[in-house]
């Protein structure tokens, strides 16, 4: 059995609360099911924050939020009394579906076998299984509830190529509190520090790919081709990638300028640095 990292995924808060999780950018009221989904299906620490951004505040095509997430879950179940998957779903496309019937949502891979696992607690014998162990009938009852909660999804597929920086960033992330950094929204603080573990880095690599290993499964499953795109390409060429992304969509919007800054400084880079000097040494034997 393969024993995944989950803390990377655990906690989503942030020295302030995230704007775009509060009332003030909830839609009108909608009725009933949304004529479609958008399904921003990642990994934490991969830019799925400043992509969201990017098709809320173009918009027409949803929030994307963690609003299944064991992070955000609890604040928009309280605020919406919604105490269950079901009628947390319900109100997630009561408030967060816009005029034109498109629902936004973030799904990591925990998040899909969590919602699958409530409504089906037989499916937990597949828990911390790796994707090339995973029998195709999972998939399936997978998929099942991901068309009864997403109605007409569209899928996008967001990873970042550089797992080492993806880790440390995490790390960091978990110790300090620090998700994000989008001025006059958040709290500027010192620069994050945390104790330099090797084997909790490597553990949160192996769980990044276990995830997106689970989620290409999920999508050959379905029969779907998911936008693909990574961490990389957004920041490398922030406008003509998510341009891309927003006319496969079928929107014609221009990229807004992203107000989220860079998090990765000094600290993480020497992080890093020290994880690639330290695997390079050669083991000492007595």
């Known amino acids: 059995m393969y024993r995944v990292m989950t803390e990377s995924a655990g906690r989503a808060s942030s020295v302030a609360p995230y704007d775009l999780a ?48 064991a992070g955000f879950r609890p604040s928009f179940a309280r605020r919406w009394d919604a105490p269950n998957y079901d009628s947390l779903s319900t109100a997630v496309r009561r408030h967060r579906t816009t005029s034109d019937g498109t629902m ?32 195709a009938d999972y998939y399936a009852a997978l998929a099942g509830h991901v068309a009864r909660l997403f109605p007409n999804p569209s899928f996008i597929h967001l990873w970042r190529e550089d797992k080492l920086r993806q880790a440390v960033s995490a790390v960091l992330a978990v110790e300090t509190g620090r998700w994000r ?9 010192a620069p994050a520090t945390a104790p330099f573990d090797i084997e909790r880095i490597e553990r949160i690599m ?7 290993g689970h989620f290409r499964n999920l999508f050959a499953a379905m029969g779907v081709t998911p936008h693909r795109l990574t961490y990389e390409a957004l920041t490398a060429d922030y406008a003509a990638t ?45």
């Open 181 to 189: 950094s989008i001025p006059g929204t958040t709290q500027e603080t």
């Open 22 to 69: 509060s009332a003030a950018h909830d839609y009108p009221i909608w009725e009933g099911l949304p004529r479609r989904t958008v399904l921003l299906c990642t990994h934490p620490r991969s830019g799925s924050t400043l992509l969201g951004e990017a098709l809320y505040f173009a918009g027409g095509l949803g929030c994307p939020l963690e609003y299944f997430h």
């Open 104 to 135: 936004g949502v973030k799904l990591f891979w925990r998040d899909i076998e969590e919602i699958a696992r409530d409504a089906d607690p037989e499916l937990e014998r597949f828990a911390n299984i790796p994707p090339s162990d995973v029998p």
């Open 206 to 212: 192996g769980y990044s790919d276990f995830c997106h």
């Open 242 to 286: 998510v341009r891309a992304l927003l006319r496969n969509l079928g929107s014609t919007a221009d990229p807004q300028t992203p107000r989220m800054r860079r998090q990765a400084d000094s600290a993480s880079e020497a992080m890093v640095l020290r994880y690639l000097r330290e695997r390079a040494m050669p083991v000492r034997r007595a």
